[in-house]
C-alpha cells in the first residue's frame, strides 16, 4: 500500500488565517476564532500548491508504524507538553505586548517527563541535537502501543501482533466508489502515518459502531483522494465544502510534490464540524479478509475475529456494520 505522505508535525493551513475575538466552535476553552482570509501562504505557493494532490482530512487521532522489539508495532501520538511553571511563563510571553525578543526554552527543566521509548516525530526542528517545541509550546512524538494497553486500548483493537496485522479502511483496489475493510500487514504500513477512527475516538463523527460494540479502524494518510477537486480560492472552497457530497468532509489536506502538506479545516471558513452525513458515510463498504494469504486463528472478541465471520458482506454504509455474538 502507497501513502502520499506524512503528518508528523505541524500542518500549515492553505490560506493565511487571522484571530477573531470569539470563543472557537473547535476547541474548548479557547476564546478566539481562527479564520481564512483569502490570501494564499507563501509556504502553499513555494510547495507548488496547485500541483498538489488533494486527499480527504480525515477526523480521528494521529498514528505511526515504526519498528519496535523488532517487529513493527503501532505507535499512539503523545506530545511532550510544559510543565505547570514553563507553561505559565509561555502564556505570559503570548499575551505579552512585548514578545519581540522571543522565548527561550530549558529542554532540561521546561518539559514533562515523558516513557523512556517515547519518540520525538521526524520532522521536527531541532536544537543543539534535541527536539524542540513547536509554536504552541509541544514537541510532537509517538509512544509504542503495548498489546495489553489500558491507556491505549482502542489502538489495540486495530492491531494483531502475533499476525503483523493492522485493521485498515481504504478504497477497494477494484470497484469505484466501495470503499473495503480488510486486514493489512504492518510491514506494509512500516513508516507511514495513519488516522484512527471510531466509537472512541473524536466523538465518533463518522457513526462507527456503539457503545456495546465500539468499531475501531486505520485509514492511512492520504488514502482518500478528492475526484473533483474545487478551485484554490476562498470562494470557490467555501460553496464545495457546504454544497457538493464529496465536500461533506472535515477538511482538505494537500500532498505537495516536495513531501510538504498543507491543509485547509472546515472551521478556517467559517462551517461546522461535525455534520450529520459525512462523505466518508455515504459510501458502500466491503469486508475483505478471504485474500489473506494465511489462516488466521484470530483471538475470540476482537474486531479481527468479528469481521473475518462478515468476510465478502457488503454494507450500504459504514454505520451499518453491526454483528450478532
Not at 476553552?29 to 486527499?55: G, H, N, W
Not at 502475533?162 to 480488510?182: C, M, N, Q, T
Request: glycine share 6%.
Amino acid at each position: 500500500m502507497s501513502c502520499l505522505g506524512s503528518v508528523q508535525q505541524k500542518v500549515p493551513c492553505l490560506f493565511v488565517t487571522q484571530v477573531k475575538d470569539e470563543p472557537s466552535a473547535k476547541r474548548e476553552r479557547q476564546p478566539f476564532k481562527v479564520l481564512a482570509t483569502e490570501m494564499i501562504t507563501q509556504k502553499a505557493l513555494d510547495a507548488d500548491i496547485y500541483s498538489a494532490i488533494p486527499t480527504e482530512k480525515v477526523d480521528g487521532t494521529c498514528c505511526y508504524v515504526t519498528t519496535y522489539k523488532g517487529q513493527p508495532y503501532l505507535w499512539a501520538r503523545l506530545d511532550r507538553k510544559p510543565n505547570k511553571h514553563a507553561e505559565k511563563r509561555f502564556k505570559r510571553f503570548l499575551y505579552s505586548t512585548d514578545n519581540s525578543k522571543g522565548f527561550t526554552w530549558d529542554i532540561e527543566e521546561d518539559f514533562k517527563h515523558v516513557p523512556e521509548c517515547w519518540i520525538p516525530a521526524k520532522a521536527i526542528d531541532h536544537y543543539n541535537g534535541k527536539p524542540f517545541p513547536d509554536e504552541n509550546g509541544h514537541i510532537p512524538g509517538w509512544v509504542p502501543v503495548e498489546k495489553n494497553s489500558k491507556q491505549y486500548c482502542w489502538h489495540t483493537s486495530v492491531v494483531d501482533y502475533e499476525f503483523d496485522l493492522g485493521l485498515v479502511l481504504k478504497h477497494h483496489p477494484e470497484e469505484s466508489g466501495l470503499l473495503e475493510i480488510s486486514p493489512v500487514p504492518l510491514s506494509d504500513l512500516s513508516e507511514q502515518t495513519l488516522e484512527l477512527i471510531g466509537t472512541n475516538v473524536n466523538a465518533n463523527p463518522y457513526g462507527l459502531g456503539n457503545k456495546k460494540h465500539p468499531v475501531h479502524l486505520l485509514v492511512p494518510h492520504g488514502a482518500f483522494q478528492i475526484k473533483t477537486p474545487p478551485a484554490l480560492n476562498h470562494n470557490d472552497l467555501l460553496s464545495w465544502f457546504s454544497g457538493c457530497n464529496e465536500g461533506k468532509i472535515e477538511g482538505i489536506v494537500w500532498h505537495c510534490n516536495n513531501g510538504y502538506l498543507i491543509k485547509l479545516h472546515r472551521h478556517h471558513l467559517g462551517l461546522t464540524w461535525p455534520i450529520g452525513d459525512p462523505h466518508l458515510t455515504s459510501q458502500p463498504v466491503v469486508v475483505t479478509f478471504s485474500g489473506a494469504k494465511y489462516d488466521y486463528n484470530f483471538e475470540s472478541k476482537t474486531l479481527f475475529n468479528y469481521f473475518s465471520k462478515v468476510d465478502g458482506q457488503r454494507f450500504n454504509s459504514l454505520r451499518d456494520i453491526v454483528w450478532d455474538l
